[in-house]
C-alpha cells in the first residue's frame, strides 16, 4: 500500500463531501483525521483538505478546462482528486512528481482504476500548462478570487473600496489566535511556557488576552491546554466581551451561547450569573466541556431565544449577549467552505431569523441594561440594516457608540474587517435601555 495514495484518496473522498454533499469542512477533517497514525500525515490532510476547499472555484474550472469531456456524476471522487493534485502542485508546492505519481495510485485506491490514466494526463499537463492556465483564469473573477459570483458582488456593492482586499485576505490561512484564562494564568506566564517548548508565540498588540502563535498546530497538545490555561478565540471575538462593561454580581444572557467561548471568556473576566443558551440541546455537551476544562460554572441549557416564554424565568437580564446566527462572511479564511456552502438567497432568511431575535430578547432586558448585537458577517443586510430596522420599531432602544478601534463605521455600530489587526469580520452594535 503507497502511504502517499491513501492520504490523497481520503482527502478526495473528504473534498468530495464538502463540495458535493455540504459536509462541514471542519466536521469531515474531525471524522478523517483520526484515520492517519503519523501526526505528519494528519497535517498534510488537514493542510490539503484546507486549501483544496479554500481554492475549488479555481481548481475546479482549471480541471474543467483540461478536461476533453466531463466526467459523470460517478466520478465525483476523482474530481476531488484532481483537485487535491492540483492544490498540493499548486498551493502547497510539493513537488510534482511525487503528487501525480500518489494521485494516479490514489485513484486505484479509490475504486477508479479506468481514471488513473486521466488523472496522470491532466495533472502533467496542469504542470505544463500552468502559466497559460493561470492567465486564463485571472481573466474570470470567479476563478481569479475563488469566490462565488453573489459574494463578490455583495462585498463590491457593500464594501466599494475594500472589496479586493476582503477578497485576497479570505484566501490567506487565519492566524491561530489564543484567550488567556485570567482565573488560572496570567499572557506573560503562558507566553513563558510555549517559548519554553519552543513554540513561537507572541503578544497581540491590541488584545490584553490574546496570544498569537506563529503557526497552526493541535492546540490540544499545547503546554496548558489540559490545565484549562487558555482558549482558541480570534481575537474579533474576543473583543465583543469588552463592549459588555461587565461587573460583579449583574445577571447575563448569552442567547447563542454554543460552543461556549464567550460565555468563558466573561466568566473569566467577572463574576457573573450567568445564563448560556442555545437553540440546539446536542450543542450543549460541547459548552459544559469547554466550561469545565477552564474550571468555569454557568447554567446551560437549551431553548429558543426567539421563543422566551418557553425557558425565561422572568427575571430580566442585566446583560445580553446576541452573537447571532448569519452568514459568517466575516470568517471565510478561516471557514473556507462557506464559500461553497453559503447561497445569496440564504440572507434574507438569517435576516429575517436576527430581527426576530432581537424583538424577542428586547423585554428580557432590565431597565439601565445593555445588549451587544454582534455578528461575524460582512453584509450590511445582516448588521446596520437589521439594526435600523429593529430601532424604527423600539423606540426605547438608544445606540452607545462602539470605539473606533473596532473598526469602520457601519450604520449605528462598528465593522472589523477580515485580516485587519489579524482578526477575522465582525461586527459590533450596543444598545441600551432607559432607567
Avoid at 39 to 44: G, T, V, Y
Avoid at 81 to 96: F, K, R, S, T
Avoid at 168 to 183: D, F
Avoid at 265 to 286: G, I, K, T
Wanted: hydrophobic share 45%; glycine share 6%; with cysteine.
Amino acid at each position: 500500500m503507497n502511504p502517499g495514495a491513501t492520504l490523497r484518496a481520503e482527502a478526495a473522498r473528504a473534498l468530495a463531501r464538502i463540495v458535493f454533499d455540504g459536509a462541514s469542512l471542519r466536521t469531515t477533517l474531525a471524522e478523517t483525521t483520526p484515520r492517519m497514525a503519523d501526526p505528519r500525515d494528519r497535517a498534510l490532510l488537514s493542510a490539503t483538505l484546507f486549501e483544496s476547499t479554500r481554492w475549488w472555484l479555481r481548481l475546479d474550472a482549471a480541471i474543467t478546462t483540461l478536461l476533453e469531456k466531463p466526467l459523470p456524476p460517478k466520478a465525483r471522487d476523482v474530481r476531488a482528486l484532481l483537485a487535491v493534485g492540483c492544490a498540493q502542485i499548486a498551493v502547497l508546492e510539493m513537488p510534482d512528481y511525487a503528487v501525480v505519481a500518489s494521485c494516479v495510485d490514489a485513484a486505484r485506491e479509490l475504486g477508479q482504476p479506468r481514471y488513473s490514466g486521466l488523472v496522470n494526463a491532466l495533472l502533467r499537463r496542469f504542470v505544463r500548462e500552468r502559466a497559460s492556465l493561470d492567465a486564463r483564469l485571472d481573466a474570470d473573477e470567479v476563478s481569479r478570487t475563488a469566490h462565488p459570483r453573489w459574494l463578490i458582488d455583495a462585498l463590491r456593492r457593500d464594501w466599494p473600496d475594500d472589496a479586493d482586499a476582503i477578497l485576497a485576505e479570505n484566501n490567506y490561512e487565519a492566524p491561530l489566535t489564543l484567550r488567556v484564562n485570567r482565573r488560572r494564568s496570567d499572557r506573560s506566564a503562558l507566553l513563558e511556557r510555549l517559548r519554553a517548548d519552543d513554540i513561537g508565540a507572541t503578544a497581540h498588540d491590541d488584545l490584553e488576552d490574546a496570544i498569537v502563535l506563529d503557526r497552526s498546530t493541535d492546540v490540544t497538545r499545547l503546554p496548558g491546554y489540559a490545565e484549562g490555561l487558555f482558549s482558541v478565540q480570534d481575537g474579533a471575538a474576543q473583543r465583543v466581551v469588552e463592549l459588555l462593561d461587565l461587573r460583579d454580581g449583574l445577571r447575563v444572557l448569552d442567547a447563542c451561547a454554543a460552543p461556549g467561548g464567550k460565555a468563558a471568556h466573561m466568566l473569566e473576566r467577572v463574576d457573573v450569573d450567568l445564563v448560556a443558551l442555545d437553540l440546539d440541546a446536542a450543542r450543549l455537551p460541547r459548552i459544559h466541556q469547554n466550561l469545565d476544562r477552564l474550571g468555569l460554572r454557568a447554567t446551560v441549557a437549551a431553548g429558543d431565544a426567539t421563543q422566551p416564554a418557553r425557558w425565561w424565568d422572568g427575571c430580566p437580564f442585566d446583560r445580553i449577549l446576541l452573537d447571532a446566527p448569519c452568514s459568517a462572511t466575516g470568517i471565510v479564511r478561516r471557514q473556507p467552505d462557506i464559500k461553497l456552502h453559503r447561497r445569496a438567497d440564504d440572507i434574507a432568511g438569517l435576516a429575517a431569523t436576527q430581527t426576530r431575535l432581537l424583538d424577542a430578547l428586547w423585554p428580557l432586558l432590565a431597565p439601565g441594561g445593555r445588549l451587544v448585537y454582534a455578528t461575524c458577517s460582512l453584509l450590511r443586510a445582516e448588521n446596520e440594516t437589521v439594526l435600523g430596522h429593529f430601532r424604527a420599531n423600539h423606540a426605547d432602544a438608544s445606540i452607545v457608540p462602539v470605539p473606533a478601534t473596532f473598526g469602520r463605521a457601519a450604520g449605528d455600530g462598528r465593522q472589523q474587517l477580515p485580516g485587519v489587526g489579524g482578526m477575522d469580520g465582525f461586527y459590533y452594535a450596543i444598545l441600551e435601555k432607559p432607567r
